[in-house]
């Protein structure tokens, strides 16, 4: 895997890292639904997911397969609110499910685009081209229409997507500015996210009351060849989703990334 020169980028690059992330992202869809309807539970599947993509990176670290460097206590400092805004994200993300139907759920995640945009304008950032805007004002404006037309609205649950929606923006922000001015790689910074992420997790976990008793069902259905082959296949795919999450937004930009996620919602809605 790469160490660097991702920010040195071609247009075949640009493009391609794009697509990557759009494919994977649409196909975890799927994949995640499939596996959701087997095992209800979601935290434990996130957290065994971050937990081999730390065991597969530090053992091609260890094997010579990845030049990316170990963990040093000065990067996991700088890294550390990555990992914070990601979990923040996802969690927030699940409660909001539990008040807004899924069809409003991802349209108001629509509105990151919008989120990184002033995110950018407030940093400093140079300035979008007038179409991208148009493109992001309007799809801003979608959701305005659709969240007047939702009859169940519930006003926690609009608050948690909303939550949701901020983290997921400083968390791709900040994987922008790590790539482009401490030069990391996005291997380097999905090894750091998962390794922050752990501790965060498991205790989650446990408040949730997902544990013991997630750990017992999984055991119990491991028996199962096609439930184990689902549980690989989502575990390999998480891998490769946060990797070109990552590369695509370091590659490109956070609001390139939120832009792909933008068109993969559409894509999946058809398909589901």
């Known amino acids: 895997m790469e160490n660097r020169s991702e920010t040195e980028t071609s247009p075949f690059l640009s493009l391609f890292s794009a697509l990557s992330y759009g494919i994977a992202s649409m196909a975890m869809v799927f994949i995640n639904k499939g596996i959701l309807m087997q095992y209800s539970h979601s935290m434990t599947l996130l957290t065994l997911q971050q937990l081999a993509t730390a065991l597969l990176i530090h053992l091609g670290q260890q094997m010579g397969y990845t030049k990316a460097r170990g963990v040093d206590m000065q990067t996991s400092k700088r890294l550390l609110p990555i990992s914070l805004f990601y979990n923040a994200n996802v969690a927030f993300a699940l409660a909001s499910l539990k008040g807004v139907n899924i069809p409003m759920y991802i349209a108001i995640k629509r509105l ?161």
Do not use: R
């Not at 948690?160 to 790539?179: C, D, N, R």
């Not at 752990?198 to 408040?207: D, E, N, Q, T």
């Open 112 to 272: 990151t685009p919008l989120a990184v945009l002033i995110a950018g304008f407030s940093s400093g950032k140079g300035k979008p081209t007038a179409q991208v805007t148009l493109s992001v004002l309007l799809t801003a404006a979608g959701v305005l229409v659709a969240a007047l037309g939702d009859f169940s609205f519930d006003l926690f649950g609009y608050s948690m997507a909303l939550t949701s929606v901020f983290f997921q923006t400083m968390y791709l922000v900040l994987v922008e500015k790590s790539g482009a001015e401490d030069g990391l790689s996005s291997v380097e910074i999905m090894f750091y996210n998962s390794f922050l992420s752990l501790p965060f997790l498991m205790f989650l976990i446990i408040v949730t009351g997902e544990f013991p008793n997630s750990l017992s069902l999984l055991f119990a259905k491991s028996n199962s060849l096609s439930f184990l082959l689902m549980l690989i296949l989502s575990l390999v795919m998480g891998i490769v989703l946060n990797y070109t999450m990552f590369l695509c937004t370091i590659v490109n930009s956070a609001l390139t990334t939120t832009i792909v996620g933008v068109l993969k919602g559409v894509g999946s809605t058809y398909m589901l």
